[in-house]
């Protein structure tokens, strides 16, 4: 069982910058790829970006493109989403998640919330205008 915990949601006006932080458990959390996904009321998780088990493979939802980077550090365990230049579209809860699939990330569907294993709470971000 491997356990997921998101920290770093808060409160932040458009244009600035948060880090949301993703801790999971496990002598092999090198060995998951990591994906950061975001839901807005009533509607689906969609992905925000994903990264490799070795981080060398990073992916990003079209939206963020340019102003989110994921990065991971294996040896603490922790994947990390800075946001910049925030702005209120980005208003969501967003969620870390876990692939154990031995496959390349590069050979997975990581835009969809199916193929990830392992979930933690969610975190809010709300970001005024």
């Known amino acids: 069982q491997v356990q997921v915990v998101e920290s770093g949601g808060g409160f932040v006006q458009a244009a600035g910058s948060l880090r949301l932080s993703c801790a999971a458990s496990?002598?092999?959390?090198?060995?998951?790829?990591m994906g950061w996904f975001r839901q807005y009321p009533a509607k689906e998780r969609q992905i925000v970006a994903a990264?490799?088990?070795?981080?060398?493979?990073?992916y990003y939802g079209d939206s963020v493109k340019g102003r989110f980077t994921i990065s991971r550090g294996n040896a603490a365990n922790t994947v990390y989403l800075q946001m910049n230049r925030l702005k209120p579209d980005d208003t969501a809860v967003y969620f870390c998640?876990?692939?154990?699939?031995?496959?390349?990330?590069?050979?997975?569907?990581?835009?969809?919330?199916?193929?990830?294993?392992?979930w933690g709470q969610g975190t809010q971000v709300t970001v005024s205008s």
């Open positions: 998640a876990a692939d154990t699939s031995p496959l390349p990330l590069s050979g997975r569907n990581y835009y969809s919330a199916l193929i990830y294993d392992y």
């Open positions: 496990g002598r092999v959390f090198r060995t998951y790829h």
């Open positions: 990264i490799s088990r070795d981080g060398g493979a990073t």
